[in-house]
């Protein structure tokens, strides 16, 4: 699938209101492989089924000391940590969660807006 820069409103990656990138254009920048790699400890287990993979790392959101614990879809990027509870369903709201971030400064901090 080939993403566009241009939001709905016909600004390069930005939406209407202020200069935030716009939801497919962060997406885009942020593949869930790539961003999972960059800020969560541990390595890729063996596949899971239906596009889940075991996370052989640690929960950033509970005092985890049992690698493996984590499962991510790198599909569309959902998580799951299955000892705390904790879950996203995309790359944006597991930022959003874990910086406790706004939507609107979720989008700009991922879209490189300063």
């Known amino acids: 699938m080939t993403y566009s820069m241009y939001g709905h409103d016909g600004q390069a990656g930005r939406s209407r209101t202020r200069d935030i990138p716009s939801v497919d254009y962060v997406k885009a920048l942020n593949p869930p492989l790539d961003y999972y790699l960059r800020h969560l400890t541990g390595k890729l287990g063996k596949g899971g089924s239906k596009g889940w993979f075991a996370w052989n790392g640690l929960c950033p959101f509970h005092a985890d ?7 991510i879809n790198l599909h569309s990027g959902a998580f799951k940590c299955h000892a705390c509870g904790a879950s996203a369903g995309d790359v944006i709201a597991f930022h959003r969660k874990l910086y406790g971030l706004s939507f609107r400064d979720t989008l700009a901090q991922l879209g490189g807006v300063e």
């Open 65 to 71: 000391k049992h690698p493996g614990s984590v499962t």
